[in-house]
């Protein structure tokens, strides 16, 4: 029988009940938090469609990167903007590239800090698109040659851990064979493994100013109403040596996290990404929404379904609230 012997408000009548009885806690442990770096001095300029963010140079990134890992957020992943852009990304693999430099210098700073790297091309090439292109093709072979070097000069830079973003077909291989090749066998892979063409990457774009020139990403990342191709692409780069794979965007895909959680056994990481966050910020700005609670319920949500990792542009104001 069940009620009235079964009465479900019994364990909901007071916040210490329902804190012993809660099922999913979040924690600073949990996130990863994005950091836009620009060349320069002094520079912290902040992005119109995501309050808070800013394109920082490098000495601003360290302030940042020190305080981020004061308030117990254990990793970072940084994103480049670089001085020219130029048709195959040149400074996405230069030595002197605006992330190598931040690399170098935040871990110089804040050593113990795990600093992430997003492998990419589209902040480096004037075309914008994630890859070579010819005749208005995004060519796939071609460019994991670019995206291994890219992230062989993270990995000497000192990055931890490096993120392809790209969706390249074989990426992960690619990148991994590289790194071992260069010695660089315990650097790990968190790929973007399940990464959907998206409307939610709009204020990022603004951000990177890695808006493609022609055309969209559709021929490369995912159809948003796949859901069982996923599965076969995360199968892929865990195949390939991905040690972490990414779910992005977070919020229209809870059932992506879920599914992945539930049929691979290694870290699920996602991505709680900016045009999610944007719009929490502009629910505040107009007074229609409580801004703090929402993003703890939708923090709390992305971990629900399934997500080990979180990355998210709320890091540091939920750390602060935790
Ligand atoms: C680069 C990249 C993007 C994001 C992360 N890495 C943009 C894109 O694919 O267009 C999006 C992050 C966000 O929206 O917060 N490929």
Redesign the pocket.
């Known amino acids: 029988m069940a009620f009235p012997r079964q009465r479900l408000r019994r364990l909901r009548q007071s916040e210490n009940l329902r804190k012993i009885v809660r099922e999913t806690t979040l924690s600073p442990d949990d996130f990863i938090y994005p950091l836009f770096v620009v060349h320069g001095k002094g520079i912290k300029k902040e992005i119109p469609s995501m309050p808070g963010n800013y394109q920082q140079s490098i000495d601003n990134i360290v302030k940042d990167a020190k305080e981020t890992y004061s308030l117990g957020i254990p990793a970072i992943i940084l994103f480049g903007i670089p001085e020219h852009k130029d048709e195959l990304g040149t400074e996405a693999y230069s030595k002197k590239g605006v992330i190598q430099q931040a690399i170098k210098a935040i871990k110089d700073k804040v050593p113990e800090l795990i600093v992430i790297t997003?492998v990419?091309l589209?902040e480096y090439t004037n075309h914008g698109h994630?890859g070579v292109i010819k005749d208005g093709k995004i060519l796939n072979d071609p460019t994991l040659k670019l995206l291994s070097k890219e992230a062989v000069s993270h990995a000497k830079a000192g990055a931890d851990i490096v993120a392809p973003?790209?969706m390249m077909d074989g990426r992960v291989a690619a990148i991994r064979s590289s790194l071992d090749k260069e010695g660089f066998i315990d650097t790990p892979i968190m790929s973007y493994a399940a990464k959907y063409a998206s409307s939610?990457?709009g204020p990022?774009?603004d951000a990177a100013e890695?808006t493609p020139k022609f055309g969209d990403?559709r021929t490369y990342?995912m159809d948003p109403a796949n859901a069982r191709e996923a599965i076969r692409e995360v199968a892929l780069d865990i195949d390939e040596g991905a040690d972490i794979v990414m779910v992005k965007p977070a919020l229209s895909y809870l059932d992506i996290i879920y599914r992945v959680k539930n049929e691979f056994n290694l870290p699920v990481a996602a991505?709680n990404?900016?045009?999610e966050f944007s719009i929490i910020k502009a629910g505040a700005k107009l007074g229609w929404i409580d801004e703090k609670r929402m993003m703890i319920e939708v923090l709390t949500s992305i971990k629900r379904a399934g997500a080990d990792l979180i990355l998210t542009y709320f890091a540091k104001e939920a750390a602060r609230l935790l």
């Open positions: 997003d990419c589209c994630c973003s790209d939610f990457y990022f774009r890695s990403r990342q991505y990404v900016s045009g």
